[in-house]
């Protein structure tokens, strides 16, 4: 690459003076060729990477033309002091921020960028973030039942000891796929009457006696804890607002690509392609279709996964999808329902529609 930046080493886990505990697997960046392929890295410009990390992403983009500037944002405060030697590394060409990537808008404004020639999310927790077991995103090692990329906000012991049954079965049946949702929400309520949930063993243990696997399955808490990490982070929220906003910032030829790891997340990316493109099949039922707003344009085929190469060497891309679309002159659209519909529980999905039938009974 020979910019001061090389793809090698963009794995290492993070700097010394982080205030995190152990030796965090370093996390290896997933699909990293294709994704700077998808955004055009190589032809120079303004790029925006939504999901930091450990700077995997954005090194590579730095190191794929002199002239690139990156924005780079993480909502784990950890993630953006880890990354602070690669800004002083970037003379200027790198702005680290902690925020959401949903606040992509508000970021770009206060760093001074205007329009992005490639923007990037790449979904989910960072193998730093699983592998402490502190953050208690972990089933494997007993820490805190916390599960909060940022510092603030609801935690997983939060939602298990006081959301109601419904809530908490809702949650790991839509987010996790659990077919066994209703019936581990049942004992954890009976549990939590005895002794509230504060361990990730704890919630671990109760998984276990309920969901029965045989020699080579997943652990059975596997499900369980996706679902109540995509609640408690807004993950799909999260990635429905970001895709909205990825429109209104990418200036035309711009490019979006999104790395997703969940069937939920990889459908609301190829929703909104689909409708922003003019694919969208809308309802048969509706009256009046309104003429699709094409405000991206869709080459090649999509989605893209790891090879067997890759595979081999990080077996965590086993579940990585890749999907991008490139922007067109046409102005950004209104809200795409159907993608926030696919982030909603039924039940905000209920009261979401009956408020905007105007009869909100609830
Ligand atoms: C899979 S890792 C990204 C790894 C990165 N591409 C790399 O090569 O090192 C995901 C990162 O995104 C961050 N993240 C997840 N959701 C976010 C959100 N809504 N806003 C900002 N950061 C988010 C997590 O804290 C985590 O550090």
Redo the contacts with the bound molecule.
Sequence with gaps: MGHGFSTKG??GGPADHVSVPSNPAP????L?AEVLAALGAEAGGDFL????????????ILGANPANRVLA????PN?IAGGQALVAEGSGRLVLAE?????MEDAAREAGFGAFDGI??????????LDQALRGFSFRQDGPLDMR??AEGESAADIVNHASETRIADILYHYGEERLSRLIARAIVTDRKAKPFETTRQLADLIGRIVRTRPGDIHPATRSFQALRIAV???LG??AR?LHAAERLLKPGGRLAV?S?HSLEDRMVKVFFAARSGRGGGSRYAPVQAAPVTSFRIEGKWPVTAGEAELAANPRARSAKLRAAIRTETAPGDEETSVFALASLPDERASASRAKKGRGRR
């Design positions: 963009a794995d996390h290896i960046p997933v990293l990477d939504g999901t930091f990390g450990a700077g995997g992403y954005t090194r590579a944002l993480d909502r784990d993630a925020t959401e990537f949903s606040c990037v999310l790449d979904i989910g927790v960072s193998s730093m973030q990329m940022a982070n807004d993950e999260e990635l970001a790395v790891f």
